[in-house]
């Protein structure tokens, strides 16, 4: 039977078909007088010095990146792209690498089944989608690379104000991608199944914007989401994965029999990608040299490889020990988390298979266990988002996704049994952890049995015991809560008598709210 060709593969064989129009032109432009002409007067190509490159020979570690703001550190540390004397990798370690700009998905996937490259990109919460495909390669993951923070964003009509409203409206998403991902997320913190909404496949994320544009959808996901409003009066950003912080996690990935074998060399480029994580992360000038670096390397402006980095959380050792596990302290989401629950999903709407690898097989943490960095100071892991206390307009301020839990209490008291607590860990939990940056309003809420008053005093502590458990639990910060206490007064529709036992119950419930910065 043929292997299924994804939306996202097909997003990018378009992709790889520009790149090959721009690349005709860049070897124009690199080899004839009117293209040295031509750079001389493009003020976007700032000129960098890159040292003597160095012989390609069988001991160059190739690796595959794409025209994205992850590819900052491996440019950076390395001088380019090219195997060269100024090289940190060379000078530091001893180690040729050259990165393969390889924007086509498939073309990729191709160069790493073929052994072209020895390391190549992938992202973890759509990894079960290819799986079929690359199995047999005993691929694994060696590091994480990157947090999404802005890339990816969901846009929606004018009436449309939360994720909640999506209900029985037109999304367009390119399916078994990251954009789907960050839709699943959404529907899941707002109570929704994706039968709730009409969701319009798409081929490409680039469609999804089209058919934004064009009036034929409620809502898309998209990349380039201020295009989109531009276009569409009175449209707005739903969401984006700058709130939607720890859902869409960029990864390495090397052949399971080259890793065993080269762990040494693997080891050094890791401790050499993380030193430059560090210091574009703490430092402005590194940044800046950084983003010049992909600015000459991959045909970008400067100021178009800054924005790609700034849509990022460049992940450093420290996140990477987070990511792999390996910090007992950490309660964020794992990259065995996000792959195991995302998984499911896609395997649910057809697009993972069923018999996918397990994390234990699919991920290798020599390199993080082993490295010789520390994770403190500038390799320090980011961990939970740190709030200060709610203001006044923040308490009041809408709800991006209202998501309702049934959780029982004993008559009269605000102690939460372990029954109660499983609800949390199951049904809220990775909502809170992947929607990092959101602040969570908890709404506690009674029928109307007893005092008025001290239903809405008994309501209030028990969303404050929700919060304390969140906290306790999951290290979330304790100003990340707003604490509200309803009592009786906000029943659900239609059940405003409290005439039922049935009505009574649903009115006897915990409302969980995120709240955008």
């Known amino acids: 039977m043929a292997t299924r060709l994804t939306p996202f593969s097909r997003l990018l064989i378009v992709v790889g078909i520009l790149a090959g129009i721009v690349f005709g032109g860049k070897y124009l432009i690199e080899n004839s007088s009117l293209g040295n002409k031509l750079k001389s007067d493009d003020p976007k190509v700032e000129k960098v010095e890159q040292g003597k490159t160095l012989p390609i020979d069988d001991d160059v570690l190739n690796v595959q990146i794409f025209t994205f703001g992850n590819a900052a550190p491996g440019l950076y540390f390395n001088n380019g792209t090219e195997p060269n004397e100024n090289s940190r990798f060379y000078k530091d370690y001893g180690l040729k690498v050259k990165f393969h700009v390889i924007d086509d998905f498939d073309a990729s996937r191709q160069a790493f089944k073929g052994d072209k490259v020895q390391l190549f990109n992938n992202e973890t919460s759509a990894m079960s989608t290819e799986m079929q495909g690359l199995a047999s390669f005993d691929p694994q993951v060696v590091m994480q690379i990157d947090w999404s923070r802005g890339a990816d964003a969901v846009v929606a009509k004018r009436g449309i104000t939360s994720i909640n409203d999506l209900k029985g409206k037109k999304v367009a998403v390119a399916p078994s991608t990251p954009s789907q991902t960050l839709l699943l997320f959404m529907l899941e913190a707002a109570n929704l199944k994706t ?3 009409q969701m319009v496949e798409v081929p490409t994320t680039a469609d ?9 959808v409620d809502a898309a996901v998209v990349w380039d989401a201020q295009a989109s409003l531009r276009e569409v009066p009175g449209s707005k950003v739903l969401q984006s994965t700058v709130t939607a912080s720890n859902i869409i996690a960029d990864v390495f990935m090397g052949k399971k029999a080259w890793v ?3 762990k040494d060399k693997l080891r050094k480029f890791y401790d050499g990608w993380m030193k430059a994580v560090a210091e574009i992360n703490s430092d402005p000038a590194a940044k800046d040299k950084a983003a010049a670096l992909m600015a000459a390397n991959l045909q970008l402006s400067k100021n178009d490889a800054l924005g790609m980095i700034d849509a990022l959380r460049l992940t450093n050792h420290g996140d990477n020990i987070n990511y ?3 910090n007992p302290d950490y309660k964020g989401i794992t990259g065995e988390a996000l792959y195991i629950k995302m998984g499911d999903k896609f395997q649910a709407l057809g697009f993972a298979p069923a018999n996918r690898p397990n994390w234990r097989a699919l991920s290798n943490s020599y390199a993080v266990s082993n490295s010789e960095l520390n994770n403190t100071g500038i390799n320090a892991g980011e961990g939970n988002a740190k709030f200060t206390p709610a203001t006044a307009a923040q308490k009041s301020a809408p709800a991006m996704a209202t998501k309702t839990i049934s959780i029982t209490f004993p008559t009269g008291s605000y102690a939460l049994g372990e029954n109660a607590k499983s609800l949390i860990d199951i049904q809220f939990a990775d909502v809170a952890k992947g929607f990092g940056n959101a602040r969570v309003r ?11 008053l001290k239903n809405v005093e008994l309501s209030r502590k028990r969303a404050e015991a929700v919060a304390s458990y969140l906290e306790k639990t999951y290290n979330m910060d304790s100003n990340r809560f707003i604490i509200i206490g309803n009592g009786q007064d906000k029943p659900v529709p239609g059940c405003e008598s409290n005439s039922t036992p049935e009505c009574k119950a649903k009115n006897r419930r915990t409302e969980f709210q995120l709240i955008g910065e």
């Open 195 to 197: 039968t709730d909404i």
């Open 208 to 216: 999804a914007e089209t058919a934004f544009k064009s009036g034929k």
């Open 260 to 262: 065993n074998a080269n």
């Open 324 to 326: 792999f596990g390996l």
């Open 442 to 452: 908890i709404e506690g809420n009674t029928d109307n049995v007893g005092n008025k």
